[in-house]
């Protein structure tokens, strides 16, 4: 069983910043892609971004050249620094694991970007 817990959501202005961590612990193999997802009020759940156990990025075409994915793997931790917010950001941001063929999910943290 693979439990995350996520930190670092918030409220804050068009064009700020923040920055979620999310940490993961349990039954954690070296090789995992780990991620963040998010899911506005009234939309789908949607992909941010992902990171691969060596490195790899990919990201939603919204949010290229604003957010970055990074981790730091013998902490079983992946973060999402988020620059030049728009309030078109907001949402519940959701770590996820991927493990195999599971996925694992965070309790989703808030994130509010005021215009």
């Known amino acids: 069983q693979v439990q995350l817990v996520e930190s670092g959501g918030g409220l804050v202005q068009t064009g700020g910043s923040l920055r979620l961590s999310c940490t993961a612990s349990?039954?954690?193999?070296?090789?995992?892609?780990m991620g963040w997802y998010r899911q506005a009020l009234g939309k789908q759940r949607e992909l941010v971004a992902t990171?691969?156990?060596?490195?790899?990025?990919n990201y939603a075409d919204s949010v290229k050249g604003r957010f970055t994915i990074s981790r730091d793997s013998s902490k079983n931790t992946v973060y999402l620094q988020m620059n030049s917010l728009k309030p078109e950001d907001t949402a519940v941001y959701y770590c996820?694991?991927?493990?195999?063929?599971?996925?694992?999910w965070g309790q989703g943290t808030q994130v509010t970007v005021s215009s």
């Open positions: 996820n694991v991927h493990l195999i063929i599971y996925d694992y």
């Open positions: 349990g039954s954690i193999f070296r090789t995992n892609r």
């Open positions: 990171i691969t156990s060596t490195g790899t990025t």
